[in-house]
């Protein structure tokens, strides 16, 4: 799916925090409904991952966070997305040490993700960095692979510029962006 | 930031203002939930070391 960020096309806000942490919108969906989605943007749940800020989205669950694992139909993806980056832009720019995550938890959302930053790369170039991230083993001089002590291979983060040359295929298993 | 995009932002932060409700800021509560990037952070080693490899392509990408 290729998503394309318009930022003169975004849906207002029903309500926003004074810093953009926590914002939501109503996006009609395919059934005809109005959908209030929430976004909020949190410090990563792993305390040592200082200035990492993790962005979610979805409608809101009892316990007041948005329910990102949920499938939903957009009527206007783009318009989706075009609002969600723009806050988190936002943000940014209030922020512009820190830096945002979001989580390619499964294939469907990594390709989106990625898709959206290669289709978006002239839009968004000047100002955002992306970075994708990797995970690798590392492979010992005997050519064994590094494994914790029940035999499970340890994997590490890697991160990188986000290279626009790879495909939709080759997903990053987790994306980041920052203000440039 | 280029221009454009400040302007956008700032056209955003008017239309909020006049439209939207006020809500909290949650930017100093921790995500409740842990994602893919905590699930390979085992140590405070393992943290530092991935934070200085981002910084480091922050720095070159400027």
Known sequence: MLITINFDDIYEPASLSDDFSQMSFNAPQFDGSDLELLVTITQHHD?????????????????????????????????????????ALSFLQLNPELK????????????????????????????VLAIGVDWYVRIFRDYTYEQDEIGNF???????????????????RYYMLRLK | MNQRLQQKIEQYKQVASS????????????????????????????ADVFMSELESIIKRNK
Do not use: C
């Open chain 1, 100 to 127: 945002i995550g979001i989580d390619g938890s499964d294939d469907l959302r990594a390709r989106l993700y990625h898709g959206m930053f290669k289709s978006n790369r002239e839009y968004l170039q000047e100002s």
């Open chain 1, 47 to 87: 305390e040592q991952l200082l200035g990492v800020y993790n962005l979610a989205f979805g409608p809101k669950e009892e316990n007041g966070e948005p329910d990102d694992q949920i499938r939903l139909k957009h009527q206007n993806i783009d318009k989706v997305f075009s609002t969600i980056i723009l806050n």
């Open chain 2, 19 to 46: 439209k939207a409700a006020v809500v909290r800021s949650v930017a100093d509560m921790h995500s409740r939930r842990s994602d893919s990037l905590g699930s390979v952070i085992r140590s405070k080693k393992d």
């Open chain 1, 154 to 172: 340890i994997a590490r983060p890697r991160p990188e510029p986000f290279n626009y040359e790879r495909e939709n295929r080759d997903l990053y």
